[in-house]
């Protein structure tokens, strides 16, 4: 299994290329914008190589938000991103956080239930035109 690490803060250049690899060429966002701003983040290495990432946002408060699960796609079901979200779980709590609302497409409901999370509703409004 890997080795995670909590808040490695790896460089842009590490991040931009699991994105590509995990979000299907995707380009990244600014991490060294968000990630000062997160409860915590967590990497996922292998032979010093990032693979996974998960991020957590939050309010400041008791609310926390799962963010940017992502592995490398030749990784994939290995157990690795379940890792990284109960770690990512658990050093939430430790930190404060008394909820950790997570949003995913159809096709991970399974995965995010095996996780611990439960279905909530909730509301979505898009501020950009795509």
């Known amino acids: 299994m890997p ?11 590490e991040l931009a290329e699991l994105w590509a690899a995990a979000w299907d060429g995707a380009e990244a966002p600014d991490f060294t914008r968000i990630l000062p701003r997160s409860l915590v983040h967590l990497g996922a290495y ?9 991020n957590v946002a939050w309010d400041g408060g008791i609310h926390a938000f799962l963010l940017d699960t992502s592995v490398h796609p030749d990784l994939r079901r290995q157990g690795i991103a379940t890792q990284l979200v109960k770690e990512a779980t ?3 709590r430790e930190r404060g956080a008394q909820w950790l609302h997570v949003d995913f497409e159809p096709h991970l ?3 995010y239930r095996a996780c611990g999370f439960r279905p909530t509703e909730a509301g979505l409004i898009r501020l950009v035109e795509v």
Do not use: M
């Not at 080795?3 to 250049?13: G, H, Q, Y």
């Open 109 to 111: 409901r399974g995965f």
């Open 3 to 13: 080795e995670l690490r909590i808040d490695p803060f790896p460089s842009n250049k």
């Open 90 to 92: 658990r050093v939430a």
């Open 46 to 54: 292998h032979d010093g190589r990032l693979i996974g990432f998960v």
